[in-house]
């Protein structure tokens, strides 16, 4: 079982920015993808952004694709979140996640722990 870990959560002011880590235990599984959840307070888990292993394609839920971006580092096993123009709606617990190759949305194979993300007014 890959093991995920999350890091770069916090606090920022709305307009800011952050960058979301996510490292693998180990290389994904070509057949495989990694991708961003998150969960705000009273809400359920929201898929936000994956990404396939095996050939780097992208895709996006529309309520983030204009401003967030999903990258990776093969060497380090390790994507990234990258978040612009941040507002307090965005305020959640994100997730890193891994799940077979195109379904990562609606099936995950392995969570990471979380980690807080908090925009200010």
């Known amino acids: 079982q890959v093991q995920l870990v999350e890091s770069g959560g916090g606090l920022v002011q709305a307009g800011g920015s952050l960058r979301l880590s996510c490292a693998a235990s180990?290389?994904?599984?070509?057949?495989?993808?990694m991708g961003w959840f998150r969960q705000a307070p009273g809400k359920g888990r929201e898929f936000l952004a994956g990404m396939n292993w095996s050939d780097g394609g992208t895709y996006y839920a529309d309520s983030v694709k204009d401003r967030f971006t999903i990258s990776r580092d093969n060497a380090k096993n390790t994507v990234y979140l990258q978040m612009n123009s941040l507002t307090p709606e965005d305020t959640a617990v994100y997730y890193c996640?891994?799940?077979?190759?195109?379904?990562?949305?609606?099936?995950?194979?392995?969570w990471g722990q979380g980690t807080q993300v908090s925009v200010s007014s």
């Open positions: 180990r290389r994904p599984l070509s057949t495989y993808a």
């Open positions: 996640a891994t799940g077979p190759l195109g379904k990562i949305a609606t099936v995950v194979t392995a």
